[in-house]
């Protein structure tokens, strides 16, 4: 007996597929539609960057004094000048000084706290608040209080020194030119080390530890294992903050303009301060702005440079 198969239901017809009213975005649409939502921030770049720095290349080669529309034309003229310029010069020697233990002391200072910090187990979290919050506080702020620490009559420094028994380095320390640009100075450093602090120690805890314990396995000390072990592992990290401390050492202004306005006798004066000088209170627009741009041209070498080296060891160490 032989059962037949149930016919097979007929083929469906597919459904010719309706058009919707939503657009297809074409690659040329998407363009548009990028072009649109990156506006806005092209226009802001060229507004307050593009078109200041289009001005300040104009003014090096004028005579502006902020009040000339038609200001004359002088070429090169404020560059000779301010390679004429003793106080240019001397500010140029303040500025080395800043750079030089500016970025040495935090760097040296910020990485000691933060090895014993990261050495130790408990209240990590309140020694970083504690070393990182002066880092937070307005420069304006922090030259205020310190110029009262370091005033020589009601100055806590002075009264601190009188207590030990060593009255006899008691002096005005902001208005001493022998010790102004000093002090100024350790006031920059205390409030910058918290800022190094803290990216050394994160950057700390990513250090290998079983390459530490290696080596005091086989013996190293202390300091062998720092120089051979945890920097070249946290030399990237070393090399960015050093670059940030660098550039901070030739941009210096605030601080200095809080504490001594570049005094006394321009002990403490910088670049940055004799560039506003001329610039705000001379109304010498060119000549302040030529000091800006000589800054920036000083700097950028040596940004390069060490964000070259640092891509460097971050690919060595990506490869390794």
């Given at each position: 007996?032989?059962?037949?198969?149930?016919?097979?239901?007929?083929?469906?017809?597919?459904?010719?597929?309706?058009?919707?009213?939503?657009?297809?975005?074409?690659?040329?649409?998407?363009?548009?539609?990028?072009v649109l939502l990156v506006a806005p921030l092209i226009l802001m770049v060229a507004v307050f960057l593009l078109f200041p720095m289009a001005n300040a290349i104009y003014y090096v080669f004028v005579d502006f004094n902020g009040i000339d529309?038609?200001?004359?034309?002088?070429?090169?003229?404020n560059f000779a000048e301010l390679a004429q310029d003793r106080a240019v010069w001397a500010a140029f020697w303040n500025n080395v000084v800043w750079i030089l233990i500016g970025t040495a002391a935090p760097l040296v200072i910020g990485l000691g706290l933060a090895l014993l910090v990261w050495s130790v187990q408990r209240a990590k979290a309140f020694y970083r608040t504690a070393f990182f919050l002066p880092?937070?506080?307005p420069q304006v702020a922090i030259g205020v209080v310190w110029g009262w620490?370091?005033?020589?009559?009601?100055?806590w420094l002075n009264k601190v020194l009188e207590s030990v028994g060593l009255g006899?380095?008691?002096?005005?320390?902001?208005?001493?030119?022998?010790?102004?640009?000093?002090?100024?100075?350790?006031?920059?450093?205390?409030?910058?080390?918290?800022?190094?602090?803290?990216?050394?120690l994160a950057a700390l805890k990513n250090v290998d530890m079983d390459l530490v314990d290696a080596?005091?396995?086989?013996?190293?000390?202390?300091?062998?294992?720092?120089?051979?072990?945890?920097?070249?592992?946290?030399?990237?990290?070393?090399?960015?903050?050093?670059?940030?401390?660098?550039?901070?050492?030739?941009s210096v202004f605030d601080i200095?303009?809080?504490?001594?306005?570049?005094?006394?006798?321009?002990a403490t004066e910088v670049l940055g301060t004799y560039a506003y000088s001329n610039a705000f209170q001379l109304n010498r627009i060119s000549y302040g702005t030529t000091l800006a741009l000589v800054i920036t041209v000083m700097a950028i070498p040596f940004a390069?440079?060490?964000n070259r080296l640092q891509r460097r060891l971050s690919l060595q160490g990506t490869t390794a």
């Open positions: 007996m032989t059962v037949d198969a149930p016919p097979a239901p007929p083929a469906r017809k597919e459904q010719p597929r309706r058009r919707t009213n939503v657009p297809d975005f074409t690659a040329r649409a998407q363009a548009r539609l990028g529309l038609n200001p004359p034309w002088v070429g090169l003229g880092y937070v506080l620490i370091y005033d020589p009559a009601r100055g006899s380095l008691t002096t005005g320390w902001l208005g001493n030119p022998d010790t102004a640009l000093y002090a100024v100075l350790a006031t920059a450093v205390w409030a910058t080390v918290g800022f190094v602090f803290v990216v050394f080596a005091l396995l086989d013996g190293a000390n202390s300091l062998q294992r720092l120089r051979h072990v945890i920097l070249p592992q946290i030399m990237p990290v070393f090399l960015m903050v050093t670059t940030i401390t660098l550039i901070g050492g030739f200095v303009f809080v504490m001594t306005g570049g005094g006394p006798a321009g390069v440079g060490l």
